[in-house]
């Protein structure tokens, strides 16, 4: 069988839907003929065995819905960033991440807006649809009628790299945020409990850039870091006091189940995605944890 698989979250910094991506591409190249295609130079997987297609080098979406279903002549179009290119007739594999698009919209920048909601009804009904966990599972039964869903968790490899931290010292007891800043994982919100709480350990806020939110008035216990690569990131997870995840919704949560796998304390909203984790050391907090 032959797949070509949709890499632009391969592109730039990974988030969690990068690591993803990654961790579906190596084993999929070991056993299929795989061709892993963006529209501009990206991040390839070490060990990866496939074909690799880069261009035109054109707007990302319009590259998707052009240019990517016509790259290869292969069996299956896999496309892991909630949408399939529209109206090809081409079997097409989609994974949904979440909806937050189409039920919480003013979350996103217009960008995001136009490139998923009018491609999210005929990707649902043509494709195969593989989603992370059971919530997701039961919106996209409950708002558009489809009945075939197969959910897949994403597992979380132990990380057996070099951990690494070369910036500036951290302190020797502290809480960790990580993910991307972005307005549904409540930052602001956290931001203000330490700012009431001035005896509390530092807070490291790890992540990448998002949209719609921007941090102001940080006190002195707050740091913000930005992005940090995966041995950083591990570096980060081995030695906090706990993982702090206070957001309002989540398709799956990553970061969660990163630290949870190293037997670090959660600390997490309890949202049904999060609450389908299995881990010992999760702490789940209604969302007003001030009380």
């Known amino acids: 069988m032959k797949i070509t698989f949709d890499g632009r979250a391969l592109c730039g910094n990974l988030t969690g839907i990068g690591?993803?991506?990654?961790?579906?591409?190596?084993?999929?190249?070991?056993?299929?003929?795989?061709?892993?295609?963006?529209?501009?130079?990206?991040?390839?997987?070490?060990?990866?065995?496939?074909?690799?297609?880069?261009?035109?080098?054109?707007?990302?979406?319009?590259?998707?819905?052009?240019?990517?279903?016509?790259?290869?002549?292969?069996?299956?179009?896999?496309?892991?960033?909630?949408?399939?290119?529209?109206?090809?007739?081409?079997?097409?594999?989609?994974?949904?991440?979440?909806?937050?698009?189409?039920?919480?919209?003013?979350?996103?920048?217009?960008?995001?807006?136009?490139?998923?909601?009018?491609?999210?009804?005929?990707?649902?009904?043509?494709?195969?649809?593989?989603?992370?966990?059971?919530?997701?599972?039961?919106?996209?039964?409950?708002?558009?009628?489809k009945k075939e869903i197969f959910v897949i968790p994403p597992g979380c490899n132990f990380y057996k790299g070099e951990e690494k931290w070369e910036r500036e010292k951290l302190e020797n007891e502290y809480f960790l945020y990580l993910g991307t800043i972005e307005p549904r994982k409540n930052l602001k919100f956290l931001i203000e409990f330490w700012k009431e709480n001035k005896n509390l350990p530092t807070l490291y806020i790890a992540g990448d850039k998002g949209w719609k939110i921007k941090l102001k008035n940080i006190p002195k216990n707050v740091k913000i870091i930005g992005y940090v690569r995966e041995e950083e990131k591990y570096f980060l997870i081995r030695k906090c006091l706990a993982l702090i995840y206070p957001s309002s919704y989540e398709g799956f949560g990553l970061p969660v189940l990163e630290a949870g796998a190293e037997g670090i304390p959660v600390i997490s909203t309890k949202v049904p995605a999060v609450e389908e984790y299995k881990i010992n050391s999760l702490i789940l907090i209604n969302l007003n944890f001030k009380n």
């Open 19 to 145: 690591y993803f991506t990654k961790s579906l591409v190596l084993p999929l190249s070991k056993h299929f003929e795989v061709s892993l295609c963006a529209h501009k130079n990206f991040y390839i997987p070490e060990g990866f065995l496939g074909n690799i297609l880069i261009g035109p080098d054109v707007y990302g979406s319009l590259w998707f819905h052009t240019f990517f279903p016509r790259l290869q002549k292969d069996d299956i179009l896999f496309c892991p960033l909630n949408v399939k290119p529209y109206k090809t007739k081409k079997k097409c594999i989609s994974i949904i991440h979440d909806l937050t698009p189409f039920l919480f919209p003013n979350w996103h920048k217009l960008k995001i807006r136009l490139t998923t909601l009018p491609f999210l009804e005929d990707t649902i009904s043509n494709s195969f649809i593989i989603t992370l966990s059971n919530k997701i599972k039961k919106e996209i039964e409950r708002y558009f009628q």
